[in-house]
């Protein structure tokens, strides 16, 4: 192990690595902060040349001069990849109906057609497109695709005559990138090769007298060295300082080993007195009690009225020991009382605020007016679970049903949302344990639902498709109050 080696190959290690980390974390900002360069330099040139498009293309709009408007935007396809490595993957116009005026890719994006059906990204750049108000380029860019698309309205006058769409893969630049990072990962390479080196040595030069002084002190055994066997390095520094403290430990070894044996079992001694006097005050008070209540039961007739008050200490003293030792056993149980109401409405109170942080929409329907003899802790437990998975699942802005009744002499937990649907395949391994779909969280949640169902004799169904997806818990009430 490494705490067990040397510090002749410590000390080095320990420098070696700290050196390659900071080389490692200064060469991963520079090459962050190179792709964040990049990245907003593809930005402005990409705003730069839909702005210019944009206002080049409106006379040809203007004369509905379509081969014209399709020269301009094949324009920038014109340039040499080397001297344009910014280049649009697609050129668009779209007119006030948002459909193809025209294209760079006519096959791909016929005039006149809607270009959502051909390509999903354009049903989020439609949404978009209407919702923006500015007269100058916007980013625009889509969930779970690889591209972004500058979005830049076609005005005269004030009159809006269309919408140019430009679309750019997000790895346009990449090629750059990758010959900046392979040029600082060389220079990295050659400071580690000048710098390792220079480490070894100085962890070297460290270690020494510190693997000297071990080395004595390794030779302390029943016999102590004397000190004149000793030569340690000497100086004023700490390793020195240790040194000189080491030669004087020698002299007083004996004597300090003989009282810190004295001191250990002092301590322990006295720790076990603490112990014993302090569990022995405990039991001592309700003895004491009851002794005295014996006592008096003793002293009177079993009619005496004093009987009942003397039967009532004992019972105190016994329940003060039976406490003393459950405290100490650490024994305390939870006990759940029925369902109620409140119960289920306090499960829509502890989840209004992720529904809230995530603008999800919780319609919530509890047609349950009655208590009923259900293990309130396990039902919340249920109702939680399923309900805070459900938010995991579904989008920003999204829906989220709930609904409570009760069906003959069964209990029904209907969950229902409109995010990301379950695949058949998850389907199957959806109730093991550590096995979860989402970037957070440990996948126990559904497995614990699953275990608390089973233990009230309950059932649970999943029900799942792109758009909707239900979780249905039926929980049989107990025949003494169905």
């Not at 005559?161 to 900046?180: M, Q």
């Not at 340690?232 to 020195?240: A, H, P, T, W």
């Not at 004491?288 to 019972?315: H, V």
């Not at 056993?329 to 809230?356: C, G, M, W, Y």
């Amino acid at each position: 192990m490494f705490r067990d080696l040397s510090f002749r190959y410590k000390i080095p290690l320990r420098g070696s690595v700290l050196i390659v980390c900071t080389a490692l974390v200064v060469t991963a900002s520079l090459m962050f902060r190179a792709y964040e360069d990049l990245k907003h330099d593809l930005l402005l040139n990409a705003q730069s040349m839909a702005r210019v498009l944009a206002h080049t293309l409106t006379p040809a709009i203007l004369h509905d001069d379509v081969w014209r408007t399709y020269e301009i935007i094949n324009s920038p396809f014109q340039v040499s990849a080397k001297a344009n490595i910014n280049q649009a993957d697609e050129i668009l116009v779209l007119d006030t109906k948002r459909q193809v005026y025209a294209s760079t890719h006519p096959k791909q994006y016929p005039m006149l057609s809607d270009p959502a059906r051909v390509n999903p990204d354009h049903l989020q750049l439609q949404q978009k497109i209407i919702d923006y108000r500015g007269t100058e380029p916007t980013v625009i860019e889509p969930a779970r695709s690889g591209k972004f698309y500058m979005v830049a309205p076609i005005v005269s006058d004030g009159i809006p005559l269309g919408t140019l769409v430009l679309g750019f893969s997000n790895s346009i630049f990449l090629p750059r990138f990758y010959d900046i990072a392979r040029r600082a990962m060389i220079i990295t390479l050659l400071a580690l090769a000048a710098l390792l080196p220079i480490s070894w040595y100085w962890g070297w030069r460290m270690a020494a007298p510190l693997t000297q002084l071990a080395g004595y002190m390794d030779k302390i055994g029943p016999t102590l060295p004397d000190d004149k066997e000793i030569t340690l390095y000497e100086s004023r520094d700490e390793i020195g300082q240790v040194g000189a403290a080491f030669k004087r430990m020698l002299g007083e070894l004996k004597e300090k080993e003989s009282l810190e044996r004295q001191i250990f079992f002092s301590e322990r001694l006295a720790a076990v007195g603490r112990l014993a006097a302090g569990i022995a005050h405990e039991i001592n008070n309700p003895l004491g009690g009851m002794l005295n209540a014996i006592s008096t039961f003793k002293k009177r007739d079993n009619d005496d009225p004093q009987t009942i008050k003397t039967i009532s200490l004992l019972e105190r003293g016994l329940l003060q020991i039976k406490d003393t030792i459950a405290a100490l056993l650490v024994e305390a149980k939870f006990q759940s009382h029925p369902l109620t109401v409140q119960d289920i409405e306090d499960t829509r109170t502890l989840v209004l605020a992720d529904t809230n942080r995530k603008s999800v929409d919780l319609h919530w329907e509890n047609d349950v007016l009655d208590t009923l003899p259900l293990p309130s802790t396990l039902v919340r437990q249920i109702l939680i679970n399923l309900l805070l998975n459900a938010l995991q699942a579904v989008e920003n802005h999204g829906h989220l049903r709930c609904h409570i009744y009760r069906n003959s002499d069964t209990l029904v937990l209907q969950i229902e949302n409109d995010g990301k649907h379950i695949t058949s395949e998850q389907l199957d391994t959806l109730f093991e344990p550590f096995i979860t779909g989402s970037e957070s969280g440990h996948g126990l949640g559904l497995w614990m639902t699953y275990q608390i169902v089973n233990q009230l004799k309950g059932e649970i169904t999943v029900e799942s498709q792109p758009g909707e997806t239900r979780f249905v818990v039926t929980l049989p009430i107990p025949e003494s109050l169905v």
